[in-house]
């Protein structure tokens, strides 16, 4: 394919997705033939502003990967981001404009002034590929390092009815943990979580949140799991620590970050949407794990 072919193809692919005139004109769109590959085809491009900055950028969703382009006079930008890494994306619509977050692990891309047509077409397709690298990912579970010693928490003996019991709350996926911060302030969020067969809790929060800021002062951890309409509920203390393997935080990552059923429909789970700062995965270690069951006469 010659250069004039490739080019060609590139602007016909950015036409397709709904790129205006006005981004043909824009010096991110001239510089995508020396970044795009001849393999490599273009999904969906939105182009704005900067958040908080009168800086002109663009995003382009191709089926290989994201790129963020910034092209100045005399200075080219471009970064590479791999749909793994990808977490999330909000989209908002404020009169004939729209307003676009993608979320990765790395750092967030938030652009404003974004043509609507161009931000829907994206935002679909980034959707659509996460939900696609979660569908690749089922079925896989969670296992230790092998060198790394099998921690043993302390559960009370317990008849298999109760054993039974503790596994229907477990599929919940949700929780609500308690965490330390300074003054002695509790604060209690909800959050969703993944086990591993060491009976180990895993959850992923964002290192500006309040519990990540309380967790690097005091790893203690409370977690209330509890089963909707359910008399049954599960009390859980322990400590935490960043997951340091980086392909058990790879698959928590991906488990907790995938678009999840909720009473208003399927949608990306809270922790995708919030600006503050980069993911970090957290493993609970519990110290005690309680069951409580209201259905017995006994309380």
Partial sequence: MTNHEHTSRIRQELKDVGMTPYGFMKLETDHLPEIIHENEHIKGVVYGRLEDSLDSVMLVATDKRVLFVDCKPFYKNSDEITYQVVAGIKLSTVGPFAGIVLHTRVKDYALRFVNVVCAETFTKYIESHIEQGITHLEGRNISKPKKEPVYQPYKTPAPLEKEEAIDTILNTNTAVISTLGKEGVIYASVIHYVTDKHDNYYFLTKSETTKARNLSLNPTVALTVHAA?????????????????????????????????????????????????????????????????FSKSSW
Avoid: W
């Fill in 229 to 293: 309409g359910s008399l049954r509920s599960l009390e859980i203390q322990g400590t935490a620590e960043l997951e340091k393997n980086t392909s058990i935080a790879d698959i928590v990552y991906h488990q907790i970050s995938s678009p999840k059923k909720y009473l208003e429909g399927k949608k990306l789970p809270p922790i995708t949407k919030l600006d503050k700062g980069s993911y970090l995965v957290f493993r609970i270690l519990p110290t005690s794990v309680r069951l409580l069951d």
